[in-house]
């Protein structure tokens, strides 16, 4: 199975400044044959089902502000949110797609300094 | 409005047995291939199961193979999870999830449910 490790646990940012969650994948994600990253990110606020932000490691999903990307390949990814906002308070997952089972990291949870 | 909306959890002895069920309604529900995730109370994310748009295929943590069962039935909609044997380590709240693309599961899920609590204990 491939692990998901994401770091760190937990990442105060204050308002307006840039936050940086990484996911990092036992095993390379990418796809020879197509090269793309089997990669994904979530967002989870408290209450609430998890959200999907991105997608093949940095295609943002239809509706996601343009302040969240992702990037990284193989094994190591990176989500940044480029000027936090205080809705971004949540916890974020990484989560692989290359092969079942699929797999999240443990999360990242983001407050505000 | 696409949406997802679990039903079935509840509280259940060890070795017991629940179906968990999950209507979809504002898309061809199927079109897509679907899943469940489920996270333990204070825990993160855990994958399931997933199940083609057919019905065909499915696919299984280790976790829970060889006692939960995925299936569909498309004319209602409504995808379904059968769990048996289950265990105090089952306990979670239980989401399904729509895949992005196509009838084969791709395990990119845009669209959950809201879930529904699942709570094993004598």
């Known amino acids: 199975d491939i692990v998901m490790t994401q770091s760190p646990d937990s990442l105060a940012v204050s308002l307006g400044e840039r936050a940086t969650i990484n996911c990092k994948s036992s095993q390379s994600v990418l796809y020879s044959s197509n090269n793309k990253n089997y990669l994904a990110w979530y967002q989870q606020k408290p209450g609430q089902p998890p959200k999907l932000l991105i997608y093949?490691?940095?295609t943002r999903e239809s509706g996601v502000p343009d302040r969240f990307s992702g990037s990284g390949s193989g094994t190591d990814f990176t989500l940044t949110i480029s000027s936090l906002q205080a809705e971004d308070v949540a916890v974020y997952y990484c989560?692989?797609?290359?092969?079942?089972?699929?797999?999240f990291g443990q999360g990242t949870k983001l407050e505000i300094k | 409005e696409v949406q997802l909306l679990e039903s079935g959890g509840d509280l259940v002895q060890p070795g017991g047995s629940l179906r968990l069920s999950c209507a979809a309604s504002g898309f061809t529900f199927s079109n897509y291939a679907m899943t469940w995730v489920r996270q333990a109370p204070g825990k993160g994310l855990e994958w399931v199961s997933a199940i083609s748009a057919s019905g065909g295929d499915t696919f299984y943590a280790n976790s829970v193979k060889g006692r939960f069962t995925i299936s569909r039935d498309n004319s209602k909609s409504t995808l379904y999870l059968q769990m048996n044997s289950l265990r105090a380590e089952d306990t979670a709240v239980y989401y399904c999830a729509k895949d992005i693309t196509g009838d084969w599961p791709r395990g990119v899920f845009d669209i959950w449910g809201q879930g529904t609590m699942v709570t094993v204990s004598s």
């Open positions: 989560q692989q797609y290359y092969n079942t089972p699929y797999g």
């Open positions: 093949w490691a940095s």
